[in-house]
């Protein structure tokens, strides 16, 4: 029996038309949409609210910043739709009717009279740029039924709002808003709704600051558009075009650029980088370093850096006075500087003294000429206090003091100590082991380093590096100072006499305190200011990047009126405790002071005096000690000491042990395996330390 030819003509078309789908279903799969464009975003770093810092052109020169609909203003959106594609909704990527409508005006008027691209098929053209002729426009169509089929709506308007065109090297709609209007936009007025709307028309001959009456001619098209299908009112729409149009592009945001640059140097796969600035202060630091810089010579720089000590977020990074200045190496960043500290060290000596019981604050020490072996160091007026103490002392910031305690300190266990802490010291190559201009500034350290230290002093000794974003890992605190010399030195340094040239704050209602320390490097190079109170942590660097002298400029007449302006600049602050001081502080009158501290005897004159020099016989300082012990205890260590003068008085961990202070000998029992510091002091002022390891031994580990 035949098949009639109507059927076999049904059948041959069904046959194309399966045919045709396996076809484009095979070249969906063989030809995915090309999402290079849209996955090729701008750069951006972020503030803590997640708004734009700065951000880097695509390699192809273009701000492209990704955009979501919840980005933008639902005014703008409803517009675009109403405007461009009001069957966006229900379309699949092609719109019959208005294809239908443009074919038929086409063949009629013998041209082009509206088009039927819906923002799919401009989508498609956006990802995959063609030459817009009839094939071209056939690809488009066929690239916006797969678009349609691989993504909902919302993520194909998403593709829109990033790629469209806005003139210039301008893509997307938040790109935009930012460049024409100074804003984010996801909050805009129907005026400038409007211009968004129609810029990506005609980017080029429309743009605002070029061809501003275009601009706003077409602008108006569509608000009057907009009053025609009732999204906007008659008002609206009347109000809208008495607004004034903008023709000046903007510079996109630009703070903390040398953070930017150094977030994405670590990260520079990622596309996003968040951080902990705070916009505003940000903001207000920029600006005041740029207004110093009238107050420094040509060649000089300034660099700022605030910390939170809580959990050592930073909040403002300012590496350089004035980024596009030549003049000034404005694209180095002096944060991550390594430069001479001058005397910000001296906080730190002291610190590990009061630890050490080697002095307290009211210990009368001598700022007298003293030779120390081959080192004779001088002040930095070349003037000599006298007797003091060393409260006067630190304030003061009188070298041969310092030079004093660090020599009983150790300049080796400063280093070590700091470099267990995370702070390692920059030693010059020609001279790589520590002596004793380490507290003057014969090394080297950041400004970064610095401020860690210093939020270290405020955070009860316990240091910690500095945070700038919270996808970085939170490193855990390590010891450095006991509470009690944190106590002390937060006390000398906030009641330190304020720079004669400091402004008065202006919010006197209720004065900061703080705690600073000022410095300067050897031939002027370096001017330092660093302090902190209750919550926040500040360091100031001032100087020419090149390294090279800055006559009359230092800490106390350059970097602090800086760093007190900085801290008046800061958020609402807490005051400082008002409870009791920690465990061991000793508020007492000179006189009340035990005998050994009250006067501290540097070395040379203990010499002088014929004190035998005081040193640990046993144990052996850097040696591994194995004490076994029964049922799984640990044996007591006995402990040796040689010379000194009598009575003696022994510390492990800086914790006084029971002794006989007229023998030299003692026992100590420890409380378990690790690092013990022993540390013997004696009446004439002296100290000697030896760090041992303290062990079971391998034979006892193994007891069961």
Known sequence: MSVPSSRRGLLGAGLILVVLAAVLLALDRSLPPPLARIEQTSVLVLDDQDRILRGFITPQGTWRLPTRTEDVDPLYLQMLLAYEDQRFASHPGVDPLALARALGQWFSHGRVVSGASTLTMQTARLLEPHPRDLSGKFGEMLRALQLERRYDKQAILDFY????????????VRAAALAWFGKEPSRLTAAEAALLVVLPQAPSRLRPDRFPERARAARDKVLA????????????VAEARQEPLRVRRRSLPFLAPHLASRLRAVQPTATVHRSFIDRGLQQTLETLARQQQSALEPNQSMAILV???????????????????PRRAGQVDMVQAIRSPGSTLKPLVYGLGFDDLLIHPETLIEDAPTRFGSYSPTNFLNTYA???????????????????????VGPARVAARLREVGLPLHWNAAHPQPGLPL????????????????????????VAPLRFGPDERQTPER??????????????????????????????????AIAYKTGTSYGFRDA??????ADYTVGVWVGRPDGSPSPGHYGRNTAAPLLFRVFDLLPEHTAWPTTSPPAGVLQVSRDRLPERLRYFRTRPAL??????????????????????????????????????????????????????????????????????????????????????????????????
């Open 161 to 172: 709002l990033t790629l469209a065109p806005y003139g210039g090297n301008l893509e997307g």
């Open 307 to 325: 910390a939170a000590n809580r959990d050592r977020r930073v909040l403002a990074y300012v590496g350089g006075s004035d980024f596009f200045d």
């Open 225 to 236: 558009r907009m009053g025609q299908l009732g999204v906007l009112s008659e008002r609206q």
């Open 528 to 533: 330092w200011a660093l302090g902190f109170d």
């Open 607 to 704: 010499e002088m005096a014929g004190a035998p020099p005081l040193g640990i016989t046993f144990p052996v300082a850097g040696s591994t000690v194995e004490l076994p012990g029964p049922a799984g205890t640990l044996a007591e260590l006995p402990l040796a000491a040689k010379g000194g003068v009598k009575p003696l008085r022994w510390l492990v961990n800086g914790q006084p042990i029971a002794a006989a202070a007229w023998r030299r000998d003692a026992f100590w029992q420890p409380d378990g395996e690790g690092l013990a510091r022993i540390t013997v002091l004696d009446q004439a002022g002296q100290t000697a330390s030896a760090e041992v390891w303290i062990s079971r031994g391998a034979a006892a580990a193994a007891t069961p």
């Open 386 to 408: 006298g007797q003091l103490t060393v409260r006067e002392a630190l304030q003061q910031s009188l070298n041969i003091p310092a030079v004093a305690v660090l020599e009983q």
């Open 439 to 462: 507290v003057l500034g014969g090394v080297g350290m950041t400004l970064e380093e610095l401020v860690a230290l210093y939020a270290g002093f405020a955070d009860g000794g316990r």
């Open 479 to 512: 010891a450095l100072l006991s509470e009690v010399a944190c106590w002390y030195l937060s006390e000398i340094l906030r009641t330190a006499p304020t720079p004669q040239n400091v402004p008065a704050p202006s919010s006197v209602a209720q004065p900061r």
